[in-house]
Each structure stands twice: as C-alpha cells, then as structure tokens.
C-alpha cells in the first residue's frame, strides 16, 4: 500500500461490494481490474461472458453503484473520501488521471481498486480526454474552467518554434489563470501539475517547454536531437560532440558520420568551420568561406582585405589564410586600384 494513503483501497472495495448479489458484484469486479490479474474488461467482454447485451452490463454497472452508495457500508467510510478530497486539494484540486492513480499507489492493482472509491466519491468529478486534455479529475467546476481556459490562452500565444524555459511557462501560465488561490499560484508542483493536464503543450528531454506538434518537443529523428543539443549548447559545436550529447541526452545511438550527414542536409545548422555546426537563427550566413565573403561584399559594397577578413572570422571559424586564398581567386573576387574586393 502506498504511503499517500492511511487505507487500504483493497480492504474499502471489499466491504462495499459485499452486499452486491453475484452478479452485479462480478459486472464491478471485471469493469474495474479488482481481480488478481487488475485487467479492466469492456462493456462488450463482460457481455459476451453473460450472453447478454453492452447495454444490459452497464444498466447492472449503474445498478451496482448506486447500490453501494445506498448502503450501510458505504456510510461507514466517510473517511475515506475525506481523505480522497484532501490529497486532491493538496495536489491543485484538479490533477491528470495518470498522476493521481500513480500518487496513490505503484502498484497497478490497488489503482484499480482507488479509481472506483474515486468513481463512488460524490465529490470528484471526471473529465474525458479529449483534443486538448487528458483524463482529469477535478472537485471543483469552476476551478477547472479556470485552468481549462489558462492552458487554451497558453496554447494559443505558443507556436512551433518556440521553446520555453520552465520558470517562463509558469510565469506564462499565471499571467493567464484567472483568480485561484494564492497558495496554488505559489506551488511550482501544482502549476506543472496543471501544465500536464495539457496534451498540446509538453516538455522536452532538456527541460524545455512548447507545443507538442513541434519537433522541438517531440524529437522525432537526428537532426530534431542534434537542433535541440546544439541549441542547448548555445554555441557551435563540433559534430563529434554532438553526436556524444545526443547519446547522452535522448539515449539513442548516434554514429559520428550519420550525424554530420545529417547535419550538412539540414537548412537549421551552418556548417562554421573545423567540423564546428551553429543554428542558422543564430545569424551565421550559409555556404563555404567563397559564398560568406560573396555575401559580405553584396551587403556591405567594396572591402579592402582586414574588413573582409574580421567579418568573415565572425561567420566562420576558419584560418586568416583560408580567406586571403579565397579572395586571391580571379574567377570570385577581384581587387580595385584602391585595395578593395568586389565580387566577380
């Protein structure tokens, strides 16, 4: 049994579904995973095990619960949904499925057995998934709608290329809640608690926060792992440690040679001299050192050799005599009476 709780979630089910006829008490046993195997059956399984219709197994699933409700049993352990409610407070008031069952308790079986004290609770109240959110539970509507609506608001100012840092998606987060309690707005847990309820805003390995339609959130190949290492990095970097750093960060095997292949076809990095890879929202101008000087004359007019040199020292980490080569190239450059290079 898990900490969290003063009960046992097994021991409550079992008195409350004492009273139930056969029946009605197995229709609960399977619906819900009580048995020692904790798997949940369909409304259709449990049918087909009685001949009889879906619709005829969730009439005696109704008929079971509002019979335990009824029932002298079920008054005797008030204390239960007590404290149901008060673990739900602590954590926010509303909470993803997945993180209160897990809270709860590790173990699968005893899940099942503290969704349906959860699904008796008069007090807690369940939200479907859907598009935007997950299975939530909540104890209170107007909290919800306030949250629901902050995470909408959130989701809409975010776009695919947007990456957050934690403490800014919770400022971001709380500039768009409408008044809830103090001691919420003051928990980090509670506010990334609410954050999870979203399936349209995630988390990335590096601790980054987005949209999860963006593969800066959802990594989906080498070259999203090598933006997201780079970009963490926050600096160019030889492609041999990009490679490490993706291996370290997203557990997945990176072979050096893929990785520079993979970064050479990839418009986001600039190959900037010695193996050294940036992003291009860095600045850094593409091409090789021929097509920099290129670029610096047709922005900046006529440059004589040290202008031409300390610009391009600042797109490319090359050798000084890398560029004077360049620029001795007739086919390319060529140098005016007064000492300047244009392009050819």
């Known amino acids: 049994m898990n900490n969290s709780l003063s009960f046992n979630p097994k021991q409550i089910t079992k008195k409350l579904l004492a009273a139930l006829p056969d029946r009605a008490r197995d229709v609960i046993t399977s619906r819900y995973g009580l048995d020692k195997n904790a798997k949940r059956l369909t409304l259709e399984a449990i049918g087909k095990r009685y001949g009889i219709t879906r619709e005829r197994v969730r009439q ?5 619960l509002h019979s335990i409700k009824r029932s002298d049993a079920y008054g005797k352990e008030k204390a239960v949904w007590t404290e149901l409610e ?117 988390k990335n390995p590096l601790g980054e926060w987005g949209l999860t339609s963006s593969p800066n959130i959802r990594a989906k190949g080498m070259r999203d792992y090598a933006f997201l290492v780079i970009r963490k990095h926050g600096s160019p970097i030889h492609f041999r440690e990009v490679a490490k750093s993706i291996e370290k960060v997203f557990g997945r ?22 193996g050294l890879y940036a992003l291009a929202e860095w600045g850094y101008m593409s091409g090789v050192v021929k097509d920099v000087i290129r670029k610096l004359l047709e922005a900046n007019g006529p440059l004589n050799r040290d202008q031409i040199i300390e610009k391009v020292m600042k797109e490319r980490y090359v050798k000084e005599n890398t560029i004077v080569v360049n620029l001795q190239n007739p086919k390319n450059f060529k140098k005016t009476k007064d000492g300047l290079y244009t392009a050819v």
Do not use: C
């Open 60 to 64: 005696i699933e109704n008929y079971a």
């Open 86 to 202: 008060s673990i739900m407070r602590r954590l926010g008031g509303i909470v993803s499925e997945d993180y209160l069952l897990e809270y709860l308790s590790k173990d699968k079986s005893v899940q099942n057995h503290a969704y349906l004290l959860l699904v008796l609770g008069g007090t807690f109240k369940k939200e479907k998934e859907d598009e935007q959110f997950r299975h939530r539970w909540h104890i209170s509507d107007e909290l919800a709608r306030k949250v629901h609506d902050a995470l909408n608001k959130l989701y809409k100012n975010l776009n695919d290329r947007d990456l957050v840092s934690e403490l800014d998606i919770i400022a971001a987060f709380l500039s768009h809640v409408e008044d809830i309690s103090e001691e919420y707005k003051k928990d980090h847990d509670v506010i990334r608690r609410y954050l999870d309820l979203s399936k349209v805003i995630g």
């Open 253 to 274: 095997k990176a072979h050096v040679a893929t990785t520079h292949n993979e970064l050479i076809k990839d418009p986001r990095f600039v190959l900037v001299g010695r």
